[in-house]
């Protein structure tokens, strides 16, 4: 099993026009497990022309493209899965729903939350949030010790995900999270996207060199 920590590269909250080609430049900067688009209460319509514009651009590079709070939609436009949250309907159903294609599931905080997760047969689980964000109001403080505990204790990767970057993210790999999810410290990289995407990634070779 491959055990390097990869990026999970989120969308902005909002896509201006020529994003298509800002995120083609990300993902061929560097290692980029998969991108999460993320658009929060926007119009179903503008949702699907979103993934229209961005899922071959991700699937064109051998990148999963899953889309946030819909499993249907995901099905109905071709994503490879979904991601959901707490309040994102039922777990299990979307499973079924989703069949091979991947189900990532939000579990803040919660040991719990990460087990019935595990339960329902998700693909990865989503812990958070490490660090303070802007992307979205942080409600839930997570720890290292979270991602140290599942870990050791389960084969399901985990997603560490809020606030994170080139300069706070090694805990976090040291810590054993297989994924972090990353939003500004790509997108509002000073240097453009792939400085960004090229910057995380130094520090988690760096990272993993002290952990081995």
């Known amino acids: 099993m491959d055990t390097r920590c990869r990026l999970y590269l989120i969308t902005p909250p909002v896509l201006e026009p020529g994003f298509p080609d800002r995120l ?73 729903l989703l069949g091979e294609r991947t189900l990532g599931i939000t579990c803040h905080a919660s040991r719990h939350l990460a087990m019935e997760a595990g339960e329902v047969g998700a693909d990865y689980v989503a812990f958070g949030a490490f660090f303070p964000t802007a992307t979205k109001e942080t409600v839930h403080a997570a720890g290292t010790d979270l991602l ?18 080139a300069a706070n993210c090694g805990p976090l790999v040291r810590a054993g999270a297989e994924f972090l999810a990353v939003v500004g410290a790509v997108w509002n990289h000073p240097e453009g996207e792939a400085a960004g995407i090229r910057t995380l990634e130094a520090a988690i070779r760096e990272a993993s060199a002290d952990a081995a």
């Open 148 to 165: 140290e505990w599942w870990s050791e204790m389960m084969e399901i990767p985990s997603v560490a995900i809020g606030g994170i970057t």
């Open 24 to 96: 083609a430049r990300a993902l061929d900067a560097g290692d980029v497990a998969c991108v999460q688009l993320r658009l929060k209460d926007a119009p179903r319509d503008a949702i699907r022309r979103a993934v229209d514009a961005l899922r071959p651009v991700a699937q064109s590079r051998d990148v999963a493209f899953l889309l946030n709070d819909d499993a249907a939609m995901a099905v109905e436009t071709g994503c490879d899965g979904a991601h959901l949250g707490q309040g994102d309907g039922d777990h299990a159903a979307a499973r079924r």
